[in-house]
């Protein structure tokens, strides 16, 4: 049996709109460092655990299989430490969080009465 390379995709590919996560794959190549690779007894673990997704299957003409990271949603916002309503909004927000929207860090600030923090990375 020959082991198949698995390719997992950043969550992030499938937020962009009008674009498939596939599309945005063959934008890439293995060795660039946008995605890692993982063995298939680690996606399997990971599928057991709905930590990830196979959205395509390997097939004759190549032998990599793709799949997608999916997060946890529910870790993301316990982190947050967000309670009540604010905390039902959940998947929307946590979205918005990661993906360093100014909207919901300034919600977010709002809630825990504090100042938006800066964003370390564009410093």
Do not use: F, N
């Not at 399997?44 to 997608?68: G, L």
Request: hydrophobic residues 40%.
């Amino acid at each position: 049996m020959v082991l198949k390379k698995v390719c997992l995709i950043p969550h992030a590919w499938s937020l962009v709109s009008g674009v498939k996560p596939l599309d945005i794959y063959r934008l890439h190549s293995c060795s660039d460092g946008s995605h890692s690779h993982i063995s298939e007894s680690r996606l399997k673990q990971y599928e057991a655990r709905r930590q990830a997704r196979t959205i395509r299957q390997a097939t004759a003409d190549t032998d990599r299989i793709i799949a997608i990271r999916i997060p946890d949603y529910r870790r993301t916002v316990a982190s947050l430490r967000l309670h009540g309503r604010s905390s039902k909004l959940g998947e929307y927000v946590t979205l918005a969080l990661v993906s360093k929207q100014l909207w919901a860090r300034v919600m977010v600030a709002d809630i825990r009465h504090c100042a938006v923090e800066e964003d370390r990375e564009a410093a």
